[in-house]
């Protein structure tokens, strides 16, 4: 059973920042992909970030225009990190990470999803 737990989210004013973790993906012994991806209130889910990995290479990352230049996705071991950097109020939303042998930009690919933490911005 696998079972992703997100970690990190919180209230900060526009213009800060904060770091996402997510742990809990088994499987990163082979080729994985893990991403970030978001929901905000009365809004669908959309992607944030993606980052392939062989093990603990990483050999990709991907991200959605909106975070460009202010998020960054990484690994640290089998740990998924997202530090958001230069916050604006329209990055509210719930955060959750996915996992899964394949990437996908909606997410559809992905097999297991965390429970999601709220990130706020005023």
């Known amino acids: 059973h696998v079972q992703l737990v997100e970690s990190g989210g919180g209230s900060v004013q526009a213009g800060g920042s904060l770091k996402l973790s997510c742990e809990g993906y088994?499987?990163?012994?082979?080729?994985?992909?893990m991403g970030w991806f978001r929901q905000a209130p009365g809004a669908g889910r959309e992607g944030v970030a993606r980052?392939?990995?062989?093990?603990?290479?990483?050999?990709g990352t991907t991200y959605e225009d909106s975070v460009k230049g202010r998020f960054t996705i990484s690994k640290d071991n089998a740990n998924l990190n997202l530090q958001m950097n230069s916050l604006k109020p329209e990055d509210t939303a719930v955060y959750y990470c996915a996992a899964g042998p394949v990437c996908s930009r909606d997410g559809s690919a992905f097999p297991y999803w965390g429970q999601g933490t709220q990130v706020t911005v005023s």
């Open positions: 088994p499987y990163t012994y082979t080729r994985h992909c």
């Open positions: 980052i392939m990995s062989f093990g603990y290479t990483t050999y």
